[in-house]
């Protein structure tokens, strides 16, 4: 995608090193309070570095953009991993821990896979991953209606 958008490949790689700055420090972060937030603030805040993060990857050439997509990448990616193992516990306790984690790992490994192949299906067909961007996008604001009501499944 960034060949396409006139970005060398060495620029593209370089993006991995930042992304991955912001990542940790989202983890860092997130991690230290996220027992005093609820859960769905922080998959409110994922939803919007999402958003960010498409913004930026769909004109890589531009410094703003491009920082947009470090970003927005990296807050993402922070929020992910809180949102992918805290839930569980808080809300169902640890006694069938392992069973959740193993379905949940199971459905990541799954989607992980899926996405790539529509990304690629997208871009054998229109000669772009944009469309997929925009696919993606256009799905972030259904995220972030369904996160204001997400709530813990054990108060109901």
């Known amino acids: 995608m960034a060949d396409a958008q006139g970005v060398s490949r060495d620029a593209a790689v370089g993006l991995f090193l930042p ?14 309070i996220a027992e005093w937030v609820r859960l769905k603030y922080i998959l409110i805040f994922m939803g919007v570095a999402q ?28 929020s ?20 959740i984690n193993g379905w949940v790992g199971g459905a990541t490994v799954v989607t992980s896979a899926v996405g790539p192949f529509l990304f690629g299906l997208c871009n054998e067909y229109f000669g772009s991953f944009l469309p997929a961007v925009a696919i993606c996008l256009a799905l972030c604001p259904v995220v972030l209606v369904a996160a204001v009501f997400a709530d813990n499944p054990q108060a109901a």
């Not at 992304?19 to 230290?32: C, D, E, K, N």
Request: glycine share 14%; hydrophobic share 50%; charged share 10%.
């Open 19 to 32: 992304v991955a700055i912001f990542h940790i420090a989202t983890t860092l972060s997130l991690g230290a």
């Open 80 to 99: 992910f991993g809180i949102l992918i193992n805290l839930p569980w516990p808080r809300f169902f306790g640890r006694r069938h821990l392992g069973a």
């Open 51 to 78: 958003v960010l993060s498409l913004y930026g990857l769909s004109d890589l050439g531009d410094p703003l953009s491009r920082w947009c997509y470090i970003a927005g990448s990296g807050f993402s990616w922070g």
